[in-house]
């Protein structure tokens, strides 16, 4: 499986960005997927879940109700929407996908890395 994310960039603090994670090499469907982030000098940390099926989300306190994950299972993709961004979501943000899901929020759950899109935030 191969996955590539885009859509970072510079935003000023309440913009929003969409960011998109095209997958291919196997039945997108079936994968489970997952958004991550790394600040400078900090450790990976879980963003959003999105079960293979849609059907389930999950979302790290420090975003929900600002991010929505969703996926286009025809498309191959998988977006985080991010609104009212905060200067502390600045990190570069990965994608990853899991055959099979046990823990979504760790890092080694997941089987698939994207190269990560940069995501910088002003105040």
């Known amino acids: 499986v191969q996955l590539q994310a885009s859509g970072g960039g510079l935003v000023q603090a309440g913009g929003s960005l969409r960011l998109s994670c095209a997958a291919s090499g196997r039945t997108f469907s079936s994968l489970n997927m997952g958004w991550f982030r790394q600040a400078p000098g900090k450790e990976r940390e879980f963003v959003a879940f999105i079960s293979w099926s849609g059907g389930a989300t999950y979302y790290a306190d420090s975003v929900k109700g600002r991010f929505t994950i969703s996926r286009d299972n025809a498309e191959n993709t998988v977006y985080l929407q991010m609104n009212s961004l905060k200067p502390e979501d600045t990190a570069v943000y990965y994608c990853?996908?899991?055959?099979?899901?046990?823990?979504?929020?760790?890092?080694?759950?997941?089987?698939?890395w994207g190269q990560g899109t940069e995501v910088t935030v002003s105040s």
């Open positions: 990853a996908a899991a055959l099979t899901i046990r823990v979504f929020r760790t890092t080694s759950s997941y089987d698939y």
